[in-house]
């Protein structure tokens, strides 16, 4: 089997993934929350949506800890520890004017702003390219994913241009990839919700599983 039709076996999995089936494929004692789920929309009260989505348990907490288990198991099982890291426990107060531009704009600049960046090219000494989700669809269901995907290879491409290469570093930047996307499944319709997130964690699932392949690729140490 190809690498890549071992990514598309794995996503078409995931993709099939229910409730149900994400509680049986979740280890014991896994974290019953997480910060990135936690942040959907509160339930509304009456009307169609509580009427119809109670069939799919879209506002059930069962369903969000369930996904939350999954996000657990697969952390563990695509973390590396092996390789040698480049930035290693480097301490905050020696980051750089540059890396920490890189942070703000990955971890802590709300995606409308970061696609106004990325449009202007600020700052210019960064590599804004990106072919979006790659081999996956930029709007599953009708939903954009294509700007997270953006900011995740945007994440990539200036770790290894800053040869900040740890296992640590991927990380946290496929960790945010994550949120990104789930933020966007939690402004979807209740009716996409469902679909939606199973899609989010099949597209981090992937890049957990497949992005040291590209990660500081070339990088002495990385990749």
Request: hydrophobic share 40%; aromatic share 10%.
């Amino acid at each position: 089997m190809t690498f890549r039709a071992a990514l598309a076996a794995i996503a078409a999995l995931l993709l099939l993934t229910s409730s149900a089936t994400a509680a049986a494929l979740a280890a014991p004692g896994a974290a019953r929350s997480a910060p990135d789920i936690a942040s959907r929309p509160p339930k509304t009260s009456g009307g169609l949506h509580e009427a119809s989505a109670s069939a799919f348990d879209l506002d059930n907490e069962a369903f969000y800890a369930e996904l939350a288990q999954v996000f657990a198991r697969y952390d563990r099982l695509f973390s590396t520890t092996t390789s040698t890291p480049l930035s290693s426990s480097r301490s905050r107060a020696n980051v750089t004017s540059a890396e920490a531009e890189l942070d703000r704009l990955i971890f802590d600049t709300p995606m409308a702003d970061f696609v106004a960046a990325r449009a202007a090219h600020d700052p210019p000494t960064f590599d804004w390219e990106s072919d979006g989700c790659s081999m996956a669809d930029d709007y599953p269901f009708e939903v954009n994913f294509h700007d997270s995907c953006v900011r995740h290879d945007f994440g990539y491409r200036n770790y290894k241009q800053q040869k900040r290469c740890s296992d640590e570093d991927r990380k946290r930047v496929d960790d945010n990839f994550r949120a990104d996307l789930l933020r966007v499944c939690a402004r979807a319709g209740w009716w996409k919700r469902l679909r939606c997130n199973t899609a989010a964690l099949s597209y981090w699932a992937l890049v957990r599983a497949g992005g040291h392949f590209v990660w500081c690729e070339g990088v002495e140490g990385g990749g």
